[in-house]
Structure formats: C-alpha cells, structure tokens
C-alpha cells in the first residue's frame, strides 16, 4: 500500500484529505501533537476501511518531527506523499504596520522552519526512489496581500517561494513538489470551502503531477 503522512493532522481538512486518499488505497500516517485526538481520528478512518496511525510531534520542536518521521517509516514503510498543513493559532498575528523581529521570528520557525524540516526529512528517500509527492498548504495571503496578517503572511510567502523553487530543482527527479494556497473559511458554510470538496484538490495534484501550486479560493454560490 502507499502511504501518505500528514502533519499537522485534524478533524477538519487534515482528516479529509487522508480520507480522499485513503479511498484511494493510501495507508495514512497521522501527526500532530496529541496523541489522544489522532487515535480519535485513526479510529473514524479504521471505521471506513483505511488503515491509519497516529505519531505524535510538535512541529516548533524540529527533532519530533524528524523522529516521527523516522518511526512511520518504522512502522509503515516508505513514505510516498507527504502533506504539510501544521497551524498554531496561539502565535501572535499582527497587522503589516506592527511586525517586529519578534512577532515575525515565531512564524518564520513554524512554518518555514517546521517545511525546511519535514521536507528535509523525507526528500533524500524520494530523491533515491525516483518519486514522491510533497504538498505544501499555506493560506492565501501567501500570494495575495492580506495586511492584517503582516507577520504570518510573510512566513508564508517565503514558504511558498522555497515550494516553489523545490519543483523546479526536483523536476528531473521523479518527486513533485506543489503549494496549496487557500483563500476561504475552511468549514465555514460555503459548498465550495468545505473540507471534504478542497481535499479532492490534493489528489487530483498529486495524480496528475502536473502545476507547482493551487491558489483555491472559495466564493459564495
């Protein structure tokens, strides 16, 4: 079975997304902080016939990451996609006007730090096999100015220009790389912005293999 690893884990576009593989073969390697809550979520997708695991890590720790990673290639075998979606909404987001080196640093050592990391990881395994998928989710603000998230919009675009710089380094070595940029209230009542709909977004990326990002936006209907 293939496998797919997803940090940053939860009951909402985390879960769908392993669902959608899941359906499509995936065994799912869940990770996030909490081991009780990723038991929860293995046991909903065990329900649906997918086989899931939870490991736990922090990704503001970088060597949980690493050793969780290391033990779902343990317990699993080979990772062969891996999704970076992580979120910590108790770091402070501030307005553009207001950024500090001390607003900003937390966000750059999340979520760059914490891609530069989990991608570091996996990427020499891929790199020898001659395949992979890595996708990378940020929010839109990534690519489109949002100034009342100055700090974390700037950690974000400089995850997604190394994204986007890994596919075109990694273009001749069977491991593709793509951004997921996403511009709505995820579960938040539009159709379009529900979790189970974007989540068929990351398969059809990794099936076809085919654009470095995915700006999705979600409007009204």
Same mark, same amino acid.
């Given at each position: 079975m293939p496998l797919i690893t997803i940090i940053g884990a939860g009951p909402g576009l985390g879960l769908e997304i392993a669902r959608a593989f899941g359906q499509k073969g995936f065994d799912v390697a869940l990770v996030a902080r909490d081991q009780s809550k990723l038991d929860a979520l293995a046991q909903t997708l !065990?329900?649906?016939? *997918?086989?899931?695991?939870?490991?736990?890590? $922090? /990704?503001?720790?970088?060597?949980?990451?690493?050793? !969780?990673?290391?033990? *779902?290639?343990?317990?699993?075998?080979?990772? $062969? /996609?891996?999704?970076?979606?992580?979120?910590?909404?108790?770091?402070e987001s501030v307005d553009a006007l207001k950024v500090t080196m001390e607003n900003l640093q937390p966000q750059i050592d999340f979520y760059l730090g914490g891609a530069v990391t989990a991608v570091g990881a996996v990427l020499p395994d891929m790199i020898e096999s001659n395949t992979g998928t890595?996708?990378?989710?940020?929010?839109?603000?990534?690519?489109?100015?949002?100034?009342?998230?100055?700090?974390i919009n700037i950690a974000a675009a400089g995850l997604r220009n190394w994204t986007l710089n890994l596919n075109s380094a990694l273009a001749d070595t069977g491991v593709y790389v793509a951004l997921v940029a996403i511009t709505a209230l995820i579960g938040g009542g539009r159709p379009d912005a529900e979790?189970?709909?974007?989540?068929?977004?990351y398969v059809k990326l990794h099936a076809e293999r085919r654009d470095?990002?995915?700006?999705?936006?979600?409007y009204d209907r």
């Amino acid at each position: 079975m293939p496998l797919i690893t997803i940090i940053g884990a939860g009951p909402g576009l985390g879960l769908e997304i392993a669902r959608a593989f899941g359906q499509k073969g995936f065994d799912v390697a869940l990770v996030a902080r909490d081991q009780s809550k990723l038991d929860a979520l293995a046991q909903t997708l !065990a329900g649906e016939g *997918i086989h899931a695991q939870g490991f736990t890590a $922090d /990704v503001s720790v970088p060597a949980t990451i690493t050793n !969780a990673l290391q033990s *779902i290639r343990e317990t699993l075998g080979p990772i $062969d /996609v891996l999704e970076f979606s992580p979120a910590d909404r108790t770091l402070e987001s501030v307005d553009a006007l207001k950024v500090t080196m001390e607003n900003l640093q937390p966000q750059i050592d999340f979520y760059l730090g914490g891609a530069v990391t989990a991608v570091g990881a996996v990427l020499p395994d891929m790199i020898e096999s001659n395949t992979g998928t890595i996708l990378v989710t940020t929010g839109g603000g990534s690519l489109a100015p949002t100034p009342a998230r100055g700090n974390i919009n700037i950690a974000a675009a400089g995850l997604r220009n190394w994204t986007l710089n890994l596919n075109s380094a990694l273009a001749d070595t069977g491991v593709y790389v793509a951004l997921v940029a996403i511009t709505a209230l995820i579960g938040g009542g539009r159709p379009d912005a529900e979790p189970a709909v974007i989540a068929k977004e990351y398969v059809k990326l990794h099936a076809e293999r085919r654009d470095a990002e995915l700006h999705y936006v979600a409007y009204d209907r």
